[in-house]
């Protein structure tokens, strides 16, 4: 896996518009990268003016959940879930067109019994304000179990 990178700000993915999002920007945030969105917009809204980002990324391999184009993902997102966090550009997460960024987080922190792929859609992971992966949840995790650690690494910052 020499194509990884070692620092999570190292990272630049591209938006839904096809602008570099530099993760340079992330520094001193805490973030959770999801390919999910429903119910994280009020965590989201509690947290966003106290260093804490969520960045979506969708994904279309497990069930075609997500099969549209990148400005019709938006669009639904806004629409359906009223989502103003960053989505990204749509990218895939297993593989080897798995996009740098999951790449990185999943070499960082592996699944149940050490599995380094994403099983399911809707898996999340959350990183620290120093850019450390310091938990992976699995996609039965919700918004509200993953608030008490995000509350934690924000009170630590």
Do not use: H
């Amino acid at each position: 896996m020499a194509d990884i990178l070692d620092s999570f700000y190292d990272l630049q993915p591209v938006d839904n518009k096809g602008q570099t999002f530099d993760f340079k920007q992330l520094e001193g945030k805490v973030v959770l990268i999801v390919n999910q969105y429903k119910g994280l917009e009020d965590l989201y809204k509690k947290y966003e003016n106290k260093n804490f980002v969520i960045l979506g990324f969708p994904c279309n391999q497990f069930g075609r959940q997500e099969p549209g184009t990148d400005e019709e993902i938006s669009s639904f997102c806004t629409l359906n879930y009223g989502v103003t966090f960053p989505v990204l550009k749509k990218i895939d997460v297993n593989g080897d067109s798995a996009d740098p960024v999951y790449k990185f987080i999943k070499s960082k922190k592996a699944g149940i019994l050490g599995f380094r792929g994403i099983k399911w859609n809707f898996e999340k992971f959350l990183i620290d304000s120093k850019g450390q992966v310091v938990q992976r949840y699995s996609s039965v995790s919700t918004p509200e179990s993953i608030e008490p650690e995000v509350e934690k690494l924000i009170s630590s910052t």
